[in-house]
């Protein structure tokens, strides 16, 4: 009994062995591969309880989902001779775990050759296109035909490229400070051309605006001098008609005039002789003056009254005197004549008043 128990123990233990060696489990993110001593029997890439031979069979279990790769940033020259440093990256699936299996065995390995891969199709593509390609609506097509190329010599490795995409494309450091260089020779080079425009439209609008001016005071001194020119032929005129109705008070008048010009300093002094033709006037008068003050008595002669004075108040005499009283008033005296001087038996007067 004991013998048949302890048979039966043996034999439920070599046969959960078997069982467990002869079972395994396939889940939704894995794909398998049956191998007997190395050799490939068959591809399980459906989930489940699955069977095999044990201790003679073995599975090797590969990854379905969607992997990354993250190729190094790779600098590429474009068709016109522009640098560009690109980071990109791509997503691949094993579509053919035995193909996968036999060339690279490894996810490691296999990211490694996609690198080299992906960086070859980067550069043969981006050198027939540009710049302005790159960052324009033309990159969706440079992908696509990135990842085609990329596919074409990722299949002998039983993977699919999913997608490929550039991350970012920046020009190199030295490349960006030449372009900021040359974009600020440009600016410098505009901004120079405008303000030599602008001084040239300033020059321009100075020089017709001088000429116009110019212009017009020509023609305001035209108009000056042909007023002036009218003004002096219009006082002429009206010297010579004053000048030949009376050409004694003119040349009196003139005196007068030479008078004041030559005394109109206040420490003017001239040194004249009395009976010279400068002090005729004067000389006149003074005669005058003297013949009258004779007349009456040494009494100096009354001024003349204006026509139009009120008559004075009548008062009281404080004193008689037996002198006799000069006239109320006197007659104006009439014009000097030019040259030669009044009569010494001439009424007294006083000198004309200036013409205004």
């Known amino acids: 009994m004991n013998a048949k128990l302890i048979t039966a123990g043996v034999a439920v233990i070599v046969l959960g062995i078997v069982l467990s060696g002869s ?20 591809t399980i890439q459906t989930p489940g309880l699955n069977m095999k031979i044990p201790f003679i069979q073995d599975v090797v279990f590969v990854d379905r989902r969607v992997l990354d790769i993250d190729p190094p940033v790779e600098q590429v020259i474009l068709a016109d001779q522009k640098r560009l440093d690109v980071d990109a990256f791509a997503r691949y699936r094993i579509d053919n775990p035995l193909a996968f299996y036999q060339s690279v ?3 490691a390995v296999v990211e490694q050759r996609l690198n080299s891969v992906v960086n070859s199709a980067l550069r043969r593509v981006l050198g027939n296109v540009t710049l302005l390609a790159v960052l324009s609506d033309e990159r969706a097509q440079i992908m696509s035909d990135i990842q085609e190329q990329v596919n074409l010599e990722a299949d002998r490795f039983g993977v699919v490229i999913v997608d490929v995409r550039i991350r970012r494309a920046d020009l190199p450091e030295e490349t960006s400070q030449a372009i900021f260089a040359r974009m600020r020779s440009e600016r410098e080079r505009e901004a120079a051309e405008a303000r030599a425009q602008g001084q040239e439209q300033s020059q321009q609008i100075r020089s017709r605006a ?9 023609e305001a001194q035209r108009d000056a001098q042909t007023l002036r020119g009218e003004g002096d032929n219009q006082a002429l005129r009206i010297i010579a008609d004053a000048t030949g109705r009376d050409p004694a008070f003119f040349a009196f008048y003139r005196s007068l005039e030479a008078y004041r010009t030559a005394m109109a300093g206040e420490d003017t002094t001239l040194i004249l002789s009395p009976s010279g033709d400068f002090f005729r006037y004067f000389n006149a008068i003074g005669d005058r003056v003297g013949d009258r003050v004779g007349a009456t008595g040494g009494q100096p002669p ?3 009254v204006p026509d139009d004075a009120p008559a004075p108040a009548a008062t009281m005499p404080a004193a008689v005197s037996s002198a006799p009283e000069p006239p109320a008033t006197e007659p104006p005296a009439p014009v000097l004549p030019e040259t030669d001087p009044p009569a010494a038996d001439a009424a007294p007067a006083s000198p004309p008043p200036a013409a205004e």
């Open 23 to 42: 079972l395994f489990v396939v889940y939704e993110t894995q794909q398998a591969l049956v191998l007997q001593f190395g050799e490939w029997k068959r």
């Open 105 to 107: 065995g490894t996810e």
């Open 210 to 218: 001088d000429r116009e001016r110019t212009v017009i005071l020509a």
């Open 302 to 304: 009354a001024p003349p």
